[in-house]
C-alpha cells in the first residue's frame, strides 16, 4: 500500500504571548490550533523547533522542566473525563492536592454555579456543568498561566457570559490566559490579540480592534424586498461595493457609513416595501471568513 502523505499540523508557527493579556488561538477545525497548545503546555513534543515558556525551554529542559510548568499552570483540554462515581468535590480536592498552592475550592465552585452540587457525582451531571467543573480544575492551581482550549462549548448564553468575566478577572489578577475558541463573539470580547490559524499556519495576528480595520470589509445592510427592481439603481451607488439577493432577502455591503446612508435614503425615497432592516457593522467573524474562505465549524 502506498504511504500515506504525513500532513504538517503546525508548519513553523512563530508567536510571543505577553505576560498579563488574554491571547486568543482561532482557526476552523483541523487547523492545528490544539496540537500548537498542547506544544505549549508540554503535553506534545514537536518534532523540531523552540518552545520558551515563563523562561523555561519546553524541549531542551525535557520532563524536568514540563512538570515545573504545570506546577505554575492551569490546563482545561478540549476534552476531559472524570470517573462517573467521583463527586464534584472529591475531584476538585484531587486536582488541589496536586499543586504546592490552591486556591480555596468552594468560593471557586460557588462563583461558577457547582455550590450545589457538591456532593454530586459526576456522571449526573448535565453536559454544561461538567465544563464548568473542568475550569474549576484547571483554575484550582494559582498559577500564573492558564490554559482555556474551547471554553464554553456546550455552555448556555448565559453560562457563557458569566464565564468571560471570569477570565476578565483572571486577566485583571495579572495572569497570562491562552484561549483557543471557535466562538468569534468570544474572542472579539475576550482578546487582547488574536493569532488566526489555518493549515498550520498563522495568517493573521494583531488585536481584534486591528483586524477589523486592516481588512477591507465593511459594512452590511440587510433587508427584505417586495419588489427588487430597485436595486439596479443600488448599484450604481460608489460606496457599495456588491449586493447579494435570494428569495427578496437582500445583503448590500458598503464601503463605509456613507454606502449605509445611501441605501437607507433610496428605500424610504422610493414607493416599494421593504422590512427587515438591519445594519451589522464589521466584526472578527467577517475577518475570519475573508482570511479562510471558511465559516466556523462545530
Excluded at 487582547?192 to 495568517?203: C, F, K, L, Y
Excluded at 486592516?214 to 427592481?229: K, P, R, W
Excluded at 428569495?247 to 428605500?267: E, F, H, M, P, Q
Aim: aromatic fraction near 6%; include cysteine; charge should be negative.
Amino acid at each position: 500500500m502506498p504511504n500515506e502523505q504525513q500532513v504538517k499540523a503546525v508548519d513553523g508557527i512563530s508567536l510571543e504571548v505577553f505576560e498579563g493579556e488574554i491571547f486568543g488561538i482561532v482557526g476552523p477545525n483541523g487547523a492545528g490550533k490544539t496540537t500548537l497548545v498542547e506544544c505549549i503546555e508540554g503535553l506534545r513534543i514537536p518534532d523540531r523547533g523552540k518552545i520558551e515558556v515563563l523562561g523555561m525551554d519546553m524541549i531542551r529542559g525535557g520532563e524536568k522542566t514540563r512538570r515545573r510548568l504545570r506546577r505554575d499552570s492551569g490546563i482545561q483540554l478540549q476534552a476531559g473525563r472524570l470517573p462517573d462515581r467521583i463527586k464534584v468535590l472529591e475531584a476538585v480536592d484531587l486536582f488541589a492536592s496536586f499543586y504546592g498552592r490552591p486556591v480555596s475550592p468552594i468560593p471557586l465552585l460557588r462563583s461558577l454555579g457547582l455550590g450545589d452540587k457538591i456532593n454530586s457525582y459526576f456522571e449526573t451531571l448535565s453536559g454544561g456543568q461538567k465544563q464548568r467543573l473542568f475550569i474549576v480544575l484547571s483554575l484550582i492551581n494559582d498559577g500564573r498561566l492558564i490554559f482555556f482550549d474551547e471554553l464554553t462549548t456546550g455552555l448556555d448564553p448565559h453560562a457563557r457570559r458569566a464565564i468571560w468575566d471570569l477570565v476578565e478577572e483572571i486577566r485583571d489578577k495579572g495572569k497570562t490566559v491562552v484561549l483557543v475558541t471557535h466562538f468569534m463573539e468570544e474572542a472579539e470580547r475576550l482578546c487582547d490579540r488574536v493569532a488566526i490559524v489555518d493549515q498550520g499556519n498563522v495568517i493573521a495576528l494583531d488585536t481584534p480592534a486591528n483586524l477589523i480595520k486592516g481588512l477591507d470589509v465593511g459594512v452590511t445592510v440587510s433587508f427584505s424586498l417586495d419588489d427588487t427592481s430597485i436595486l439596479k439603481r443600488m448599484a450604481n451607488i460608489d460606496a457599495i461595493k456588491r449586493i447579494e439577493e435570494s428569495g427578496g432577502k437582500v445583503v448590500v455591503y458598503c464601503s463605509d457609513k456613507r454606502g449605509v446612508a445611501s441605501v437607507i435614503n433610496t428605500l424610504t425615497e422610493s414607493d416599494i416595501g421593504f422590512s427587515d432592516l438591519s445594519i451589522k457593522d464589521p466584526a472578527l467573524e467577517d475577518i475570519f471568513i475573508s482570511l479562510t474562505g471558511r465559516e466556523m465549524r462545530d
